[in-house]
Structures are given as structure tokens and as C-alpha cells.
């Protein structure tokens, strides 16, 4: 399995920004589609933003315009700008690296609250 390390979680105001990050431990990085999925309280983990090895990239339809999903290779790092935030985002959010078997960060809060 790939060990995933992210950071940049906190506590930020409505319309504020973050930016996550995770640093894979993994020499495939730069094949494997990687991705950020998020869990809010009493719901169900669910899928954010999804970039592909040639950089095709996918947002739940609740982030799109607001949300940027990037990779540097090189660092074997994947980030998460997050603009214009809400309440609604207020999750813990978890990095996915997508293998034979899927691997996990540990997670970070995001908290988006006046």
C-alpha cells in the first residue's frame, strides 16, 4: 500500500480559502489517478475531485468552479485549492491513491465556520 501524508487542513471563515496537500510515498505516483474524497458528520464519505495520470480531472458537481485538483509529480504531491468555501464543506477530507488496492490517508479537518 502507498502511505499518504496530508496537511493544510483548519478552520476558515464562509468565502475563505485552503489548500491541502498529501505527499504519496509511492515510485507509481505518477501513473496512478489520485483523488480527494471528503466526510462530513452523520454522511456518507463521497468523492471531490479526481486527477488521472494524463491530468483529466473530476469534481462532484457541488465544488465545480470553486474547487482545483493539481499534482506535481516530481513531489509526488496532489493538492486541493479550495475557494469560495461554506459551511457545507466543513468535512474531514481524506486523500485516495487508486491501485490494485486502494490506500488512504489518515485525513484532515476542514472546518468553515464564522
Known amino acids: 500500500q502507498v502511505q499518504l501524508v496530508e496537511s493544510g487542513g483548519g478552520l476558515v471563515q464562509p468565502g475563505g480559502s485552503l489548500r491541502l496537500s498529501c505527499v504519496a510515498s509511492?515510485?507509481?505516483?505518477?501513473?496512478?489517478?489520485m483523488s480527494w474524497y471528503r466526510q462530513a458528520p452523520g454522511k456518507e464519505r463521497e468523492l471531490v475531485a479526481s486527477i488521472t495520470a494524463r491530468y483529466n480531472t473530476n469534481y462532484v458537481d457541488s465544488v465545480k468552479g470553486r474547487f482545483i485538483i493539481s499534482r506535481d509529480n516530481a513531489r509526488s504531491t496532489v493538492y486541493l485549492q479550495m475557494n469560495s468555501l461554506n459551511v457545507d464543506d466543513t468535512a474531514v477530507y481524506y486523500c485516495n491513491a487508486r491501485g490494485s488496492t486502494d490506500s488512504w490517508g489518515q485525513g484532515t479537518q476542514v472546518t468553515v465556520s464564522s
Open positions: 509511492d515510485s507509481f505516483f505518477r501513473i496512478r489517478t
